[in-house]
């Protein structure tokens, strides 16, 4: 006898494998996604009646699509990237649906012209339209003149569903709405499909489960099979100028994006950092340019006088795919912000100029008055001057006693380090997408 193992969300089956683990999707959970869930496939009454457990059958990973759309993205799968799929897909379906017909035209045979396929917006308005959970699951026996389960009136019949990539006709093995529309949209991949349907706000709440617990007890996999968390080659090593560069994002991941912790890896600096400064940074960065590193590397640069120049002199390193630059955003905060020079205390633009990462933490520190930078420096080959935030370390430290509490209470403002970290992802998320190119 068989066993399957499937991911599904509410519900509905994106990928299965018989007999086998098929695909990894521990990269989709972590470790507290490993859940008991209840097992259609088992006799709950045995287990009752011979005082045994059925938790070995039941052991499943489990996490809202909502929260699994995160990882989805930084393993490449954006919506942008998805379109790309999607349109390269229904292109070379049509292609091979032409040449088809045309084979068959010069044997004589009559043949309905080719649909032209629906615009990528056309179906993701078409996956949007049937939230998952207002589907029916039930067995459906209705049959029409041609042997057919009855489906298509409920998907806008067959001329609409002629025009999404696929063979909607030899979909007759879907047993309920369900499932059928699960084969009419599973023909870019399983994470294509998740993150499309994730578009549907209702079904952002479902749960994604991977229910391996009978392919386990059966002997057919190992438990060790099922590990979660992103896998080495999916991480990112984020390359930064100092040791308080790593210290500060480091906390701000585990406090702000710990469903996507497991991504990030940083350069160890607990004793000290081996490429300190912008200069030991550009250095690191031409080294590895220059030679086959396989790891994704985010170099990152403060948004100050000397990490403009320093990002402007690595990119003309023409780095390779797996490797990307960062220099912390622009804040609207910091065009009016107080700055100390030889005139005194006056308002300044420090973007490109002063803004070190300490900038983006919570500056309201009463016991230090307003924050301010002192210009150290003039930078003769940009024309503008370098400065540093006034007791960089004191609003550091404040940052690091912070807890998920008081980040939630709203006692603390994160605002600043949330563009941080959006505009981190945004870069891993493209790096993840070129391996895909």
């Known amino acids: 006898m068989s066993t399957e193992i499937s991911l599904e969300v509410g519900g509905m089956t994106v990928d299965w494998s018989q007999n086998v683990r098929g695909k990894d999707h521990g990269p989709l959970y972590q470790e507290q996604d490993r859940k008991r869930l209840e097992c259609d496939g088992i006799d709950y009454g045995y287990f009752e009646r011979e005082g045994q457990s059925p938790a070995g059958f039941e052991m499943s990973f489990s996490r809202s699509l909502d929260a699994i759309v995160p990882r989805l993205e930084l393993l490449g799968f954006r919506l942008d990237t998805v379109r790309h799929f999607y349109e390269v897909a229904t292109k070379q379906w049509r292609e091979d649906r032409l040449a088809l017909l045309e084979a068959f035209d010069t044997n004589g045979a009559e043949a309905e012209a080719v649909p032209e396929p629906m615009s990528f917006d056309e179906y993701l ?107 080495r080659r999916q991480t990112f090593l984020i390359v930064t100028e100092g040791s308080s560069d790593v210290h500060i994002l480091t906390h701000a991941i585990q406090l702000l994006r710990p469903e996507v912790v497991d991504f990030f890896r940083f350069i160890d600096v607990s004793e000290r950092h081996p490429f300190s400064g912008t200069g030991g940074l550009v250095r690191f960065a031409e080294g590895l340019a220059k030679i086959d590193v396989q790891n994704k590397i985010v170099f990152v640069f403060d948004n100050d006088a000397e990490g403009v120049d320093a990002l402007k002199t690595v990119r003309r390193f023409k780095l390779p795919l797996n490797m990307g630059t960062l220099v912390l955003p622009d804040m609207q905060e910091f065009r009016q912000f107080p700055s100390q020079g030889p005139d005194g205390v006056r308002n300044s633009d420090i973007n490109g100029r002063a803004a070190a990462i300490e900038c983006y933490l919570d500056l309201n520190l009463p016991q230090y008055g307003p924050a301010k930078v002192v210009w150290t420096n003039y930078k003769r080959d940009s024309g503008v001057y370098h400065g540093a935030l006034e007791y960089k370390e004191s609003y550091a430290n404040e940052f690091f006693d912070q807890k998920r509490e008081t980040i939630r209470d709203g006692r603390y403002d994160v605002s600043k380090i949330e563009r941080v970290l959006d505009a981190l992802v945004e870069e891993c998320s493209w790096l993840a997408v070129a391996e895909f190119c």
Do not use: H
């Not at 009419?184 to 706000?201: H, K, N, Q, V, W």
């Open 125 to 231: 308005d078409f996956i949007k339209a049937y939230p998952i959970e207002a589907l029916s699951g039930e067995v459906i026996e209705d049959i029409n003149d041609e042997g057919e389960r009855i489906f298509r009136d409920r998907f806008g019949g067959k001329k609409q569903l002629a025009r999404i990539p696929g063979d909607s006709d030899g979909k007759s093995w879907a047993y309920s709405e369900r499932s059928f529309f699960g084969a009419l949209i599973d023909f870019l991949g399983p994470y294509s499909m998740l993150r499309l349907l994730a578009e549907c706000p209702a079904n952002r709440r479902l749960t994604v489960d991977w229910r391996y617990g009978p392919l386990v007890e059966e002997g057919r996999a190992s438990v060790d099979e099922f590990t979660p968390c992103a896998r």
